[in-house]
């Protein structure tokens, strides 16, 4: 038997088929993943997401711990409440240990880890904490709920008290504020609109039937996995792991760089592989005829003997075809080909995301 | 629990066979498959004309999840395949006896389905691996 949310007995109730994720029983669908997945792109839908890893970091040191523990740097949010901040926490060697979201709230900071890498996170910022005056809290007393979709912040605003609907008025894309001891953030792992919100864990079930009964429609982490696929986002364990280096993971984007003299875990390897120019990359892989791109598939480029495999694949319910995104080497150009169960397939190879706010992409 | 029909023949790896008043075989996966596999989005059937053989892959159905190979319970020429299944894949999760049947056999020998389980053989293996 593995960990509870404050939601199981309530997914039980709805039907949800629960399977094992990371030590957590969890829904992975309540009927048909397909349905869950159109929902939210067309409607509302709603997940429990409790099973991910809040913690806080207090104290002086908050900030300069953050900025030597993240390649991302918190000084871009820090004049900003409530702002959100995506990043990698690298080893020395430049491998990603965990990807994560945090906030600025307001002289400290709350973060969001992966539930699956729940130890060694917390051992590793421990194990850094100890330079650093910080205090390091898992809040496994709260819930978290995720309402994605285009209606999805007006049906959340229709079942919460006035106070809390105001707030969301005022929220603005990656960014989260407390009320009370909920903190609700406008952000999500699906590409449309939508909040995740934080609750004390006994908030947790009646909320959730709140949202049901305003034709917000539960979901299951199958139609999670689709939704965060077609939206290009990355799922820790797939597109990037402790030897897989930001750089080859479409993560980029997230390194702060400037300014040149902050020193952050895995910075010099990563440099050094960036000024080499990095040997491998994320790209999106779309295949428009039958056939489903599965995880762990290889890929084959014209012109090197190095291969690519598939990080992630699925059918696309959006499209209506198979996507994936794909670790290839850098030099790959529009198309090629994957080993589909022995069938070498030829496939067009384009950026790594696919539908965005309900719109097709590619 | 998964529905599973008396009057049908089985396969450990989770094909229906129904023996049709004319003597042909209907091949389809059973429920048990179905939930499984979850939302099923591509179904490959033999050709009608082509000849399939027991032991080997007739087709293939993939949901979002996975990619299962499907196998015949008796050897023959293919009569018939379910079109509808190429604009409506997910008539195998809502009807996998009936809409959602896959094709159809002109068996050499109807005795080859003696080999296969029966609904009890293949209740219990389904209950074991639960």
């Not at chain 1, 901040?85 to 709350?110: A, E, T």
């Not at chain 1, 997230?254 to 040997?279: H, L, V």
Request: charge should be negative.
């Amino acid at each position: 038997m593995g960990f509870k949310t404050a939601l199981f007995a309530t997914h039980q109730s709805m039907g949800g088929k629960l399977v094992d994720f990371g030590g957590w029983d969890m829904p992975l669908h309540y009927g048909s993943q397909i349905e869950e997945h159109n929902h939210v792109r067309n409607a509302a839908g709603m997940f429990d997401v409790s099973h991910m890893t809040v913690v806080d970091v207090t104290g002086e040191d908050a900030k300069a711990y953050l900025q030597y523990l993240l390649a991302n740097d918190v000084a871009k949010i820090e004049s900003i409440p409530g702002k959100a901040l995506y990043s990698g926490m690298l080893n020395p060697d430049g491998g990603v240990i965990d990807d994560l979201i945090v906030y600025n709230m307001g002289g400290w900071f709350r973060t969001v880890v992966n539930c699956g890498t729940r130890e060694k996170d917390l051992a590793w910022m421990a194990k850094i904490a100890a330079d650093f005056k910080v205090h390091i809290k898992e809040r496994d007393d709260l819930a978290m709920v995720a309402i994605q979709g285009p209606n999805a912040i007006e049906l959340t605003k229709s079942v919460v008290a006035q106070t809390r609907s105001a707030l969301i008025d005022g929220l603005k894309i990656f960014q989260g504020l407390p009320d009370g001891e909920w903190f609700i953030a406008r952000t999500g792992y699906t590409g449309e609109d939508g909040l995740e919100i934080m609750l004390p864990s006994e908030d947790a079930a009646d909320f959730w039937a709140a949202l049901a009964g305003a034709s917000v429609v539960p979901c299951g982490l199958a139609a999670r996995d689709t939704l965060r696929l077609e939206a290009g986002m990355n799922l820790y364990g797939h597109e990037m792991d402790d030897s897989v280096s930001p750089l080859s993971a479409n993560m980029g984007w997230t390194i702060a760089w400037q300014p040149s003299d902050r020193n952050f875990i895995g910075r010099a390897a990563i440099e050094a592989e960036k000024n080499a120019g990095p040997a491998f990359k994320l790209v999106g892989l779309v295949l428009r005829e039958r056939g489903v791109m599965r995880a762990e598939q290889i890929v084959t480029v014209d012109g090197t003997e190095k291969k690519g495999v598939i990080t992630s694949g699925t059918f696309s319910p959006t499209l209506g075809y198979s996507i994936a995104l794909a670790r290839v080497p850098a030099t790959i150009g529009n198309q090629c080909h994957v080993d589909m169960r022995g069938k070498q397939v030829l496939v067009d190879v384009v950026a790594p995301n696919f539908v965005r706010n309900g719109k097709p992409l590619v | 629990m998964s529905d599973i029909r008396k009057e049908l023949k089985y396969l450990s790896s989770h094909e229906w066979a129904r023996v049709e008043e004319d003597g042909t075989v209907t091949i389809g996966i059973t429920d048990h498959a179905q939930e499984a596999l979850g939302d099923v989005v591509f179904v490959e059937t033999p050709e009608v004309g082509s000849r399939v053989s027991i032991g080997e892959e007739a087709g293939v159905v993939e949901s979002v999840k996975a990619a299962s190979d499907i196998y015949s319970l008796v050897s023959g020429e293919v009569i018939a395949v379910n079109e509808a299944l190429a604009d409506a894949p997910e008539t195998v999760n809502s009807s996998p006896y009936d809409d959602g049947w896959f094709f159809r056999i002109q068996p050499d020998d109807l005795s080859e389905l003696e080999e296969a389980l029966d609904a009890v053989d293949y209740r219990e293996l389904i209950e074991s691996e639960e």
